[in-house]
């Protein structure tokens, strides 16, 4: 979908006339549990939960969607981390250019970009149960 050189596919599928209800972006995130980054610069650590991104380097995702993803956690009893992402923007850019809530949300990542990219297996398999219990939340059907 061409994310990282300018969100083109995102671009063209958020100026469609498809009537999207909002979008929920799924990314992965720096962890700072490594050396040469550290828990101060990105407050993110593998096994810690998915993450709710509040801001990336491109937008501030919408509030009420991003209130109601965290409300969705809190009822799901899911545990989650915070973000902002500095460094990098996302497909959410698009759609909130043309008007349509967005959200991030992201599982923490070590050595991305490398042939030895890592992540905990359970923040991932919480954080498909997290969009599953919103999409229950808003009354979907999450199957």
């Given at each position: 979908?061409?994310?990282?050189?300018?969100?083109?596919?995102?671009?063209?599928?958020?100026?469609?006339?498809?009537?999207?209800?909002?979008?929920?972006?799924?990314?992965?995130?720096?962890?700072?549990?490594?050396?040469?980054?550290?828990?101060?610069?990105?407050?993110?650590?593998?096994?810690?939960?998915?993450?709710?991104?509040?801001?990336?380097?491109?937008?501030?995702?919408?509030?009420?969607?991003?209130?109601?993803?965290?409300?969705?956690?809190?009822?799901?009893?899911?545990?989650?981390?915070?973000?902002?992402?500095?460094?990098?923007?996302?497909?959410?850019?698009?759609?909130?250019?043309?008007?349509?809530?967005?959200?991030?949300?992201?599982?923490?990542?070590?050595?991305?970009?490398?042939?030895?990219?890592?992540?905990?297996?359970?923040?991932?398999?919480?954080l498909t149960d997290w969009i599953?219990?919103?999409?229950?939340?808003?009354?979907?059907?999450?199957?």
């Amino acid at each position: 979908v061409q994310e990282e050189v300018g969100v083109i596919g995102a671009s063209a599928l958020a100026s469609q006339d498809s009537n999207f209800d909002a979008a929920i972006v799924v990314e992965i995130g720096l962890a700072g549990d490594i050396p040469s980054v550290g828990i101060n610069m990105m407050p993110l650590r593998l096994g810690g939960g998915p993450v709710l991104v509040h801001k990336d380097a491109g937008v501030h995702y919408d509030h009420a969607l991003t209130a109601a993803l965290e409300q969705a956690a809190a009822d799901a009893d899911i545990t989650i981390q915070h973000g902002v992402f500095g460094s990098f923007g996302s497909d959410g850019r698009a759609f909130m250019q043309h008007d349509i809530p967005a959200a991030m949300v992201a599982f923490a990542a070590r050595y991305t970009h490398s042939p030895f990219e890592t992540a905990h297996l359970g923040d991932i398999e919480r954080l498909t149960d997290w969009i599953a219990a919103y999409v229950l939340a808003q009354g979907g059907d999450a199957a």
